[in-house]
């Protein structure tokens, strides 16, 4: 039995990113900890600020969720949220996690799983199964091997790389951002192909700029998977779909 996919609120984000945090080792440093959650180096300790300064961006983001639904209570939900940032932002990167996890546990962190619940219920956005990410990244990776071994011309390669990278970020970084991330992504990718396939008129180069449209394809079904409302994006990838199978 297939299980209903649930909303992806921003709080709801948060909620599932901090819980995971409680299970981590309280006498990590935080700077450590945030890195183990994210999935990042602990010695890249630019990347681990930059991903600390991403959930407090989420956090913003759910604050201007809670703002787009007037008829909920809104000191009620914007007050977790501030408690929330409170608890993270107060000690140094150097102290211990087991400081932040106290600061969570207890009414805190059930205030912001109360928000969550109520949060994802409005959200338009469904949470994806975390296997079609896995399988999208794969095949994204295949399509970024095939591109650096191409005969296409190393600016179009780099261009065409650039887009792929981002695209896979928006993947890693999902938790995060959902699904508006990848989207964005997907549309980079679309411009992309378009400026590439105007330039490349080399038939067995362009065989590769095909591998590259099916990624942007898989990858606008996934989105469309969680919510529907990029049909502009959609005609769009099609018509640059019909003008390489023509070859011109």
Known sequence: MTAIPQ???PA?????????????NGSQTIL????????????????VFAGFGEVVRLIADARDHVRSHPEIKQDLYLRTLDQIEQVLLAPSVNGQWGSVV???N?????????CAEQLDRLSTEQELDPTILEALQKDLEGT??????SDLPEDIKAHLTGRLEELRAAI??????????????TEAAVGAVIVAQA??????????LKDYLDIAQKALNVAAGAVKQWPMLEAGLQAVKVFLSKGS
């Open 12 to 24: 709801g984000r948060l909620f599932r990113l901090l819980q995971t945090g409680l299970n981590h």
């Open 106 to 114: 207890g009414p805190h962190i059930l205030a912001l799983e109360f």
């Open 144 to 149: 970024m091997e095939r591109l650096l071994s």
């Open 172 to 185: 890693v970084r999902y938790r995060l951002y959902g699904i508006s991330a990848l989207t964005r992504a």
């Open 7 to 9: 909303g992806f609120s």
């Open 199 to 208: 330039q490349v008129k080399d038939e067995r180069a362009r065989t590769v």
């Open 32 to 47: 450590e900890a945030w890195a183990a959650i994210l999935g990042l180096d602990p010695k890249d300790k630019a990347a």
């Open 102 to 104: 106290s600061g969570l």
